[in-house]
C-alpha cells in the first residue's frame, strides 16, 4: 500500500479509491475495475474527514454494478464503488465527531473519504474487532436479524438456511437457534458444513455439491421444514419449496446462484407449492428495517458481548485485495463475513 498523508496540519490527504472501469457481462473480472489516486478537498462546514480501517465486500454489489434501475441505484463507470466501511476520524468540522472517533459508513472502497457528518453513524471503540460493526452488528447481522423477524420464526420450528456459511446466513442460524429453531444448513465444503456444526451449533448441516439437495435435506428434516432462509435461490429454493409443510415461510434474502448469469435462470418447476402448502413467500431488504435498528443493535449486541453468538470473518489486506476478496464471494472463497483489513 502506498504511503499516505494523514497529518491533519497539513491541507492535503492524498488517497486511493477503486473505481468500476466497466460494466461486466457474467462474472465480473479484474479488467472491470481500476485503482485512482485523488487528493481530498479541504474541509468545509459539517463535514469530517475519515481514514478507512475496515471494508466489507458484499454479493448484493453484483447487482449495482449493472445498468438500470434497481431497488438501488447502479454504480457509475469511472466512479468510486460504495459500500460498507468502519473508520477514523481524521479532522472534523462537524460538533458531533471529533478526531479518533470511530464510524460507519457507506463509503467503503477507499483508504480515506469526506463525508457530511450525517452520513457517518458513531460506533465504541471498546467493542473489538471494529470490523465486527460490518458483520454481526452491522447490515450483515442486521440482514438475518430482520429475516427471522419478517416472518415470525419463533420456537420450535424447523429452519433451512442455504448459503448458510456465508456472513448472512452464519448469523441467521445462531440467531435461529437462539430462539429454540431446529437449524439446518447446506454450504459448499466440507470445511463449511464442520463450521456450521462445530461453531455456528446448527444441529445438521450439509454440503450441496455431494448430492441432491432435496434427498439432503429430507434426511435431515424427515418430517419437512417450517421456514427456508433464501440466500442463493436455484435448486435450493427449490428443494425447500418441496421440502416445506403446510403454511411453510421463506424468506426471500438472496440469489447468489444466479447474480452473474447473463440469462435469467429458469424459475423453480414445483412453484405450485405455494398454492398446495398456502405458502408465504416474503422478500427481504435490510434498507426496510432501518427504524428497527436501536431493537437489532440492543438484542444482537448483548448477544455478541455475552458470547452467545459468533463472527467468523475471512479478512484480507490492503485496498489492493479488495477486488479480489469481492471476486471470491461468487466462488465461495469466504466463511463467514469477507473483510478488507485497511488499516
Not at 460507519?104 to 465486527?132: M, Y
Request: aromatic share 8%; proline share 5%.
Amino acid at each position: 500500500m502506498t504511503e499516505q498523508t494523514h497529518d491533519i496540519s497539513l491541507s492535503t490527504i492524498s488517497s486511493r479509491e477503486i473505481r468500476l472501469a466497466s460494466r461486466p457481462k457474467g462474472m465480473p473480472t479484474a479488467a472491470n475495475f481500476s485503482m485512482a489516486s485523488v487528493d481530498l478537498e479541504p474541509l468545509q462546514d459539517q463535514q469530517v474527514s475519515v481514514r478507512n480501517l475496515f471494508m466489507s465486500v458484499d454479493p448484493y454489489m453484483r447487482g449495482r454494478m449493472n445498468a438500470g434501475k434497481s431497488y438501488v441505484p447502479p454504480f457509475e463507470v469511472g466512479e468510486p464503488l460504495s459500500g460498507g466501511a468502519v473508520g477514523e476520524v481524521i479532522d472534523s468540522r462537524a460538533g458531533l465527531f471529533k478526531p479518533g472517533d470511530v464510524v460507519t459508513s457507506n463509503f467503503g472502497w477507499r483508504e480515506c473519504f469526506i463525508a457530511p457528518a450525517q452520513d457517518l453513524h458513531p460506533v465504541s471503540r471498546k467493542i473489538q474487532p471494529l470490523s465486527v460493526y460490518l458483520g454481526a452488528l452491522g447490515m450483515t447481522g442486521m440482514t438475518a436479524w430482520a429475516g427471522l423477524e419478517l416472518v415470525e420464526v419463533k420456537a420450535g420450528d424447523v429452519i433451512y438456511i442455504s448459503g448458510a456459511a456465508g456472513a448472512v446466513g452464519s448469523m441467521a442460524g445462531q440467531l435461529a437457534k437462539l430462539r429454540g429453531c431446529q437449524v439446518i444448513g447446506s454450504a459448499g465444503s466440507a470445511k463449511k458444513v464442520k463450521f456450521l456444526r462445530e461453531e455456528c451449533g446448527f444441529d445438521a448441516a450439509f454440503n450441496y455439491k455431494t448430492g441432491p439437495i432435496l434427498k439432503q435435506l429430507m434426511k435431515a428434516a424427515p418430517e419437512g421444514i417450517d421456514v427456508y432462509f433464501d440466500n442463493v435461490g436455484g435448486d435450493a429454493l427449490e428443494a425447500a419449496l418441496s421440502g416445506l409443510r403446510l403454511h411453510g415461510r421463506i424468506i426471500a434474502c438472496g440469489g447468489i446462484s444466479g447474480y452473474n448469469d447473463i440469462q435469467p435462470q429458469a424459475g423453480p418447476t414445483n412453484l405450485f407449492n405455494v398454492i398446495t402448502k398456502r405458502l408465504v413467500m416474503k422478500g427481504l431488504l435490510v434498507r426496510d428495517w432501518l427504524d428497527r435498528q436501536p431493537d437489532f443493535e440492543l438484542e444482537v449486541g448483548g448477544y455478541y458481548l455475552g458470547g452467545k453468538v459468533k463472527c467468523k470473518e475471512t479478512v484480507v489486506k490492503g485496498l489492493d485485495q479488495a477486488v479480489g476478496a469481492f471476486l471470491g464471494l461468487f466462488s465461495g472463497q469466504n466463511i463467514g463475513k469477507m473483510i478488507v483489513d485497511l488499516s
